[in-house]
């Protein structure tokens, strides 16, 4: 198989997988010890407040073909996603990260990947906006 469907076979696979959860409260409580819900929202609402922004820096990295701040995006947000326990987006932005640190950067693949971490993204934005909702 070539590199190229490989890594649409391999993105896809992750967009499909059901495996893992979109947010673990373990993997936070891992983190922060023990909190209360209130500081549980709080905190969550401090994420949704960044991953906003991160999202639209990214969207607009891609529109302006800057890898770098890309890269540096990608990671940050994957490591806000391991605080959350969020897999998914963990993945997807580890996957554009890779991508962006190559020496001759595949284009369509960085965008590909870039509008599933974003559809991700906000797919776990939505769902923690929802339990925050549901909490009040």
């Known amino acids: 198989m070539a590199g190229d469907d490989l890594f ?3 993105l896809r696979a992750l967009q499909d997988s059901e495996k893992h959860a979109t947010v673990n409260i ?5 983190f922060t010890g023990n909190l209360s819900k209130n500081e549980l929202n709080d905190l969550l609402d401090q994420y949704l407040q960044s991953w906003r922004a ?5 969207q607009a990295a ?3 073909e800057d890898f770098k701040l890309l890269k540096r995006l990608s990671h940050s947000l994957k490591s806000s996603a391991v605080c ?5 987006v963990e993945l997807l932005a580890l996957l554009l990260e890779r991508l ?3 020496k001759n950067i595949p284009v369509k693949k960085v965008n590909v990947a870039t509008l599933a971490l974003l559809e991700q993204l906000a797919m ?3 769902k923690i906006q929802q339990a925050i909702q549901n909490e009040h």
Do not use: F, P, R, W
């Open 124 to 126: 776990v934005t939505q």
């Open 8 to 10: 649409y076979v391999k």
């Open 54 to 58: 991160k999202h639209q820096d990214m």
């Open 100 to 102: 962006c640190d190559k």
């Open 26 to 30: 373990d993997a936070i409580s891992e």
């Open 84 to 88: 959350l326990g969020a897999k998914k």
């Open 62 to 64: 891609v529109s302006n």
